[in-house]
């Protein structure tokens, strides 16, 4: 364990014990979440890679526009 998440767990447990459980369960749920989102990407390589590529030549063909976020 790093020195850092040391400290931060040092910090959590000095909260009241519902603030530690509130805090558990969201580390929980991100560290799930990460996973989820890891898996998705290694699965998606092929396909972000054509979208990549699509992209790229709609704009060498000129068929892209600059945005301008302020005339959204």
Request: hydrophobic share 40%; net charge negative; glycine share 2%.
């Amino acid at each position: 364990m790093t020195k850092l998440l040391k400290e931060a767990f040092v910090e959590a447990s000095k909260l009241p014990e519902s603030e530690q459980n509130v805090f558990a369960e969201w580390l929980l749920e991100e560290l799930a979440s990460e996973r989820r989102w890891e898996k998705a990407f290694a699965g998606s390589h092929e396909a972000l890679t054509h979208l990549a590529d699509e992209a790229l030549a709609e704009q060498r063909d000129g068929r892209t526009q600059v945005l301008e976020p302020d005339k959204l």
